[in-house]
């Protein structure tokens, strides 16, 4: 094999700036290709052999990662907040971050981040997008309520949006006029289309070949239902690649981050660098859990004698990440172990 040669890729929606460098840090070529597989076959067959590259961490980069990878000796993805020489440049355009890439990935100072393997970011998309329908039905159903309160209607919040209560209200009400009666059965007729979309997709990954032991498994967890089983394991991918316990608590986004310097030490609130997917399900999961499991029911009450109602969720949260991780790893069912009057998973 000849010497190796180093691409620092710097990947937009319609381009991608590169810049391909020898050991020495000696320009090859540099340049920008449009951003189309088209283009990107005609650039390969212009590169030296063999060659690795890295690429900023985008919106952009899982298809360009599947399509470069099985060209390249090495590829490698970059956490776009941990690429300071980027960040901090007083001069900073799209060559002069591809050449700065290469130098990180060249002289193997580059701050990798974990790319899921293609299936995973597949049904991961799928998940994702389940999330962006259940925000669509819950804006809905709050405009049913708002047009209601516009017309002076009175109605009981508890059972307004269930199929019955909603037919007879509107059949029996006459506050409710022609116009806005035709208004809200659009809104209903869009609630329902939304939540059958929503149970289809869930129900779709559940049955999913790839995911449905491990879903299975991470189900027997109390108060872990089949979003939450499908959000950890599409989100975390493969669970070693976190080593601790308090790594996927600092992952999930259920810790502050830590400013010490001499003697002070300083706890800041909940870090935004997080997988913002896994918070939202695990600490809505948490409210739910005391009323499920006897066993976080007392650990959230020991916590909410400490502090408050916020503090004792998140305790509960980081200790359903703790069942999480331990059932994933060890590839068995949730197991109660009474020592001690301590639970483990």
């Avoid at 810790?255 to 913002?276: D, I, M, V």
Wanted: aromatic content about 6%.
């Amino acid at each position: 094999m000849g010497p190796m040669y180093y691409i620092g890729l710097d990947v937009h929606k319609r381009t991608i700036s590169y810049c391909v460098k020898d050991s020495s840090g000696k320009i090859h070529a540099a340049g920008s290709i449009p951003a189309t597989r088209l283009d990107l076959d005609r650039w390969l067959k212009a590169l030296p052999q063999p060659w690795s590259a890295a690429m900023e961490a985008t919106l952009f980069s899982g298809w360009i990662y599947d399509y470069l990878k099985p060209h390249a000796a090495a590829l490698k993805v970059a956490h776009p907040l941990m690429l300071r020489a980027i960040a901090a440049a007083k001069k900073k355009n799209d060559r002069i971050d591809a050449s700065k890439i290469c130098d990180c990935l060249r002289c193997d100072f580059l701050p990798e981040c974990y790319m899921a393997s293609t299936e995973i970011r597949e049904r991961r998309r799928t998940l994702r997008y389940r999330s962006l329908l259940v925000r669509q039905m819950v804006q809905t159903k709050n405009k049913i309520a708002v047009l209601l309160m516009e017309a002076g209607v009175s109605y009981n919040k508890q059972k307004l949006h269930k199929a019955g209560y909603f037919r007879e209200l509107l059949a029996t009400n006459p506050n409710i006029d022609e116009g806005l009666c035709s208004l809200l059965r659009l809104c209903r007729e869009t609630v329902v289309r939304l939540q059958r979309t929503e149970s289809g997709l869930v129900r779709s990954l559940q049955r999913d070949f790839l995911l449905m032991e491990r879903v299975q498994r991470l189900m027997t967890i109390p108060a872990v239902g089949p979003v939450t089983a499908l959000t950890w394991a599409l989100e975390i991918g493969d669970v070693r690649r976190l080593s601790s316990i308090k790594k996927a608590i600092s992952y999930c986004g259920l810790c502050g981050a830590e400013k010490s310097t001499g003697n002070t030490t300083q706890r800041t609130p909940l870090s935004k660098q997080r997988n913002r997917h896994l918070q939202t399900t695990l600490i809505e999961a948490a409210k739910m859990a005391p009323r499920i499991s006897p066993d976080l029911a007392s650990l959230y009450d020991r916590e909410k004698q400490k502090g408050n109602a916020n503090r004792a969720t998140l305790a509960v949260a980081r200790k359903l990440v703790a069942y999480l991780v331990a059932v994933d790893r060890r590839d068995k069912d949730f197991l109660v172990v009474k020592n001690e009057n301590r639970t483990a998973a």
